[in-house]
């Protein structure tokens, strides 16, 4: 799933770990042979499909996800 706007790796952990109120322990590696660096997902069939869409941003949709889990 996606929207089209990208979000790196990690802003998205760091996003997690305030939405959990955890601070991550990030290790950086080296990237692996092969590894993609970026990539955004491209939306135009679905809105083909469907039309104008709205898209929950990335926080709220978290926060949601996480809430339901954990009441």
Do not use: H, Y
């Not at 322990?25 to 039309?51: Q, S, V, Y």
């Not at 941003?57 to 954990?70: A, E």
């Amino acid at each position: 799933m996606g929207t089209g706007t990208a979000t790196n790796i990690i802003d998205l952990v760091k996003l997690c770990g305030e939405i959990v109120n955890k601070t991550p322990d990030i290790e950086f590696l080296p990237a692996r042979p092969g590894e993609i660096g970026n990539f955004t997902a491209n939306t135009e069939k679905l809105k083909g499909l469907f039309g104008d869409l709205s898209f929950t941003d990335l926080r709220d949709g978290l926060q949601s996800t996480w809430s339901s889990k954990n009441p």
